[in-house]
């Protein structure tokens, strides 16, 4: 995020763009309704009504898949009613001419059959946009999780551009990301093409700074994203190019990627697969190795929150079990493989870190022990430098030119649309009480009392009662590439055609259904938008008890031993 | 006059942490440490959401309670500004549910451990008793997170309804004529 | 009473603060800290959302030994045999089929940034790959 979550509160304007807080981040919902009580004006752009919708001035309740069409009618209504904020255009940005050559033709009146939002409505929201003193932009996964998703996160981008909204308090544009160490992954490199803080792999000069540091060779070589392994596997012919071994540490690639059949058939495929967790879950199912790890609660570190936050996590209790830290194993297996490492604890890894890497340097332990946050870039050691609540300062950008650059698409449809035989929409969205693949809160009692499976697909009255279903009602959920069992939620807060589902169930594990297609540049998939079909289960004891029998045996194959628990 | 707990649909975002808050205040935080399947986890307040409203419904404590007057056995009273069920007089019959215009009482399985004579669960009426007796107030308005759920007391009631009565003035003044 | 440790939630991007109230050696609750971000306010995930330490196996079970399948069934076995045949096997590996064969990733959830910065490094310095990635995109 360019800016904190505290300066939410205080935008004049909260443009919400796919984002639904109270689902995936009440605490930052709480900043949205806050934000409203100050007197702010909410617009959100979204296919269902949301909590934010809900209270919203305007809610453009666009189509599924248009989110391009609609950004291009906003910058078009911008630059066609001067509503431009023409210095900060001249002084802090480049390529504005390439930009307005191309929303050029994205009159309201051409979205309005691409979007479904009204031409008077995406003009009303545009004028405020542009109008109001500081307008901040939040987005969510809404917006990354389609195959033409960074295209639309400049658009979202360089309408902040176009209206001067960068560069001071309370504005800018904030990718409020999913899981909470989403950002630190990042920060650490954890990436194909950079080492920690975002220094790249193919810059020579970072590249012998690591080289010495580390005193090895290393690759110039960008690496691939994990949404090409599946690829990588089945269908790479040269042996030289294929993926042999796959070291998965703390994530369930068989639950939470898109198209599981094909990631079942990967994980089989692969000569060797290492999986280090805290829980059994589905990819250890494929595993070869195991390696047990500490969880959370038990063990030290600093994590990055989704406003560039670094705050620490403590040791609370010893873990049970046989188990080491993340960091302990991995080591060992580096020291095993002749590359020895020998860390005594997580501040001797931290400050090794700093050292290599100029923008997070200033941020020492015993800053962020004493601060208790601290927003990076920080460069400096000295308590001086606490760090940078917001970007852009000013105007700068990154850009070696110090300007920001403007970036416009054509909108692209959704790779798979609704046909005949697959007449619904299903996009994938979240359940507050549950996080990730829910290996932890499906753990967790109270948490698992409120919800559990196999889930919900939210959908229209009408079509509820077109399919002749009603609510909690199991249903059958199908598309190209899988099928499943889920409950019917009947809500007047989604369109007829649209349907959304959760997607940390097990038994009604919407990733069966979803499409592995992807961005071509950042690599995410499609999991906002695949074509489905539904259909009736007549004989609703028999598809209970298929659930109920489900459950257990995923029980079972989790190494419960099931004949203790008297469900 | 009863107390009790109103939500504004301005704030709630519907996340239902009160729900679990509820649970645990009556319960207690023992449920944490127990075997999943050993304790009873029925809130007594639930999240309704429409096409333009996310609000807690729960018990009123009206001031002529329907569920008070229809209970056969006499297990609803009033006890300090509160509408309490008694689960140890409660019969299960569900004639104060059906009372309740609301919607704010069900049937649940007792939480006291208590069985039937022939050793099956006793099934009770289960409603909001404003966590009485707890300290810090009820759970669900410390444990909401946007700060939507309120303790509406007398004092509260007199000031709105001043407030009302002065808006309601002002606007008659201005109507003219008649 | 017992010890009350200060931590930044697990779930979620927003960084909330909050403290595990200890005794015994046990977690008994979690309570909000005045964060930055959070100000003394918790959802249910970070307010409910700890009891999973203690295991009470509902979906899954916790992990407690190293496990290696052998003839297709996982086998518990102690620390030295899983690392040197994990290093083993990836060594192997890497000589037969180059580092660019071997793919690794960090993790979004629990670990925490030093044991990212640790994968990474090993990946880039001891496999010799930047095949390293996470799972931001999905």
């Not at chain 1, 194993?329 to 020291?335: E, G, H, K």
């Amino acid at each position: 995020m360019s800016m904190g979550v505290p300066e939410i509160e205080d935008a004049k304007l909260l443009f919400i763009f796919g984002y639904n807080g109270a689902d995936a981040h009440p605490i930052v919902a709480r900043r949205i309704v806050k934000a409203k009580q100050k007197g702010a004006k909410l617009i959100v752009t979204d296919p269902r009504i949301t909590e934010s919708a809900r209270i919203a001035d305007m809610h453009l309740q666009l189509k599924g898949g248009s989110n391009m069409a609609l950004i291009n009618a906003i910058g078009n209504v911008i630059i066609a009613e001067g509503l431009a904020d023409k210095k900060f255009v001249e002084d802090h940005t480049s390529g504005y001419e390439e930009y307005k050559a191309i929303v050029e033709k994205y009159t309201p009146e051409y979205a309005e059959p691409i979007c479904h939002v009204s031409p008077d409505l995406i003009r009303e929201a545009a004028r405020a946009y542009a109008k109001a003193e500081t307008s901040m932009i939040l987005y969510g996964m809404g917006v990354c999780q389609f195959a033409q998703a960074v295209d639309v996160v400049k658009g979202l981008a360089s309408l902040a551009l176009l209206t001067g909204n960068f560069g001071g308090p309370n504005m800018g544009i904030g990718p409020v990301r999913g899981q909470n160490n989403v950002q630190g992954a990042c920060d650490m490199g954890a990436l194909p093409n950079c080492y920690s803080g975002y220094q790249s792999v193919t810059d020579d000069a970072v590249r012998e700074k690591f080289e010495k540091a580390w005193g090895v060779p290393l690759s110039n070589k960008v690496g691939i994203p994990l949404t090409h392994v599946p690829h990588r596997v089945l269908e790479e012919k040269d042996e030289a190019k294929k993926i042999h071994a796959y070291y998965i540490f703390g994530e369930d690639p068989a639950q939470s990627d898109p198209d599981l059949a094909e990631i079942r058939e990967t994980l089989d495929k692969i000569d060797f697969v290492i999986m280090q967790d805290i829980f059994m879950n589905k990819t250890g199912l494929h595993a070869d190795v195991i390696l047990p790890s500490t969880s959370w609660g038990e063990h030290d570190g600093i994590y990055s929150c989704c406003d560039r936050g670094f705050q620490r996590i403590r040791k609370a209790i010893e873990p049970k079990g046989d188990v080491k830290t993340d960091w302990e194993i991995i080591s060992l297996i580096s020291t095993a493989m002749g590359y020895p490492m020998n860390y005594k604890n997580t501040q001797e890894i931290w400050d090794e870190m700093r050292s290599l890497t100029p923008s997070f340097y200033g941020a020492t332990y015993e800053k962020i022990e004493a601060l208790g946050s601290i927003q990076w870039p920080c460069r400096d050691e000295s308590m001086e430098d606490k760090g940078t609540p917001y970007l852009h300062k000013g105007g700068k950008f990154a850009h070696p030119d110090g300007r920001g650059k403007f970036f416009a698409s054509e909108w692209r449809p959704p790779c798979e649309v609704e046909s005949s035989e697959y007449p619904y929409s299903l996009s994938t969205v979240r359940e507050v009480g549950h996080y990730s693949v829910r290996t932890m809160t499906g753990n967790c009692r109270a948490l698992a009392n409120l919800e559990d499976e196999p889930g919900w697909i939210q959908m229209s009255p009408a079509d509820c009662e077109k399919l002749n279903v009603k609510e909690g009602d199991l249903i059958r959920v199908y598309s190209r590439r899988g099928s499943l069992i889920t409950r019917v939620m009947p809500t007047e807060r989604v369109k007829a055609g649209a349907t959304y589902m959760t997607y940390q169930w097990w038994i009604g594990a919407c990733n069966e259904l979803t499409t592995p297609y992807l961005d071509p540049i950042s690599n995410t998939p499609e999991s906002k938008y695949c074509a489905i079909n539904l259909e009736k289960i007549d004989d609703q004891a028999s598809a209970e008890q298929f659930v109920k029998d489900s459950y257990e045996s995923i029980r079972t194959n989790m190494g419960i031993d099931t004949a203790k628990k008297g469900v | 006059m009863n107390y009790f707990v109103k939500g504004n649909p301005d704030l709630c975002i519907g996340c239902r942490t009160c729900m679990i808050g509820c649970v645990v205040a009556h319960e207690g935080e023992k449920i944490f440490q127990m075997n999943p399947w050993e304790y009873v986890f029925n809130p007594k307040l639930d999240i309704v959401k429409t096409a333009t409203i996310t609000i807690p419904v729960q018990c009123k404590h009206c001031e002529n309670p329907a569920c008070m007057n229809v209970c056969p056995v006499g297990a609803i009273e009033m006890i300090d500004n509160t509408v309490v069920v008694l689960h140890d007089k409660c019969i299960g019959c569900k004639t104060c549910m059906i009372a309740c215009p609301y919607g704010a009482i069900d049937m649940v399985v007792a939480s006291d451990g208590k069985k039937q004579l022939d050793n099956s669960d006793r099934i009770v009426a289960n409603k909001c008793d404003l966590c009485i007796g707890r300290e810090e107030g009820p759970a669900c308005i410390q444990v909401c997170p946007t700060a939507a759920l309120k303790l509406v007391t007398e004092e509260d009631v007199a000031v709105s309804v001043s407030n009302k009565r002065t808006a309601a003035a002002i606007s008659l003044s201005q109507v003219k004529g008649s | 009473m017992g010890k009350q440790i200060l931590t930044t939630c697990p779930y979620c991007g927003a960084g909330c603060q909050l403290y595990l109230n200890v005794n015994d050696g046990k977690i008994v609750s979690a309570t909000p800290a005045a964060g930055r971000t959070n100000e003394e306010t918790l959802c249910l995930k970070g307010r409910y959302g700890w009891d999973f330490l203690n295991d009470p196996q509902i979906l899954t079970k916790r992990l407690t030994k190293p496990l290696i399948r052998k003839n297709g069934i996982l086998e518990e076995v102690e620390w030295d045999e899983a690392i040197s045949y994990t290093a083993g096997r990836l060594s192997e590996i890497k000589a037969k089929y180059g580092p660019d064969s071997i793919m690794g990733t960090g993790s979004a959830r629990g670990p925490g940034n030093e044991a990212n910065y640790v994968m990474q490094k090993f990946m880039r310095a001891a496999v010799g790959t930047n095949n390293v990635d996470h799972c931001a995109r999905v």
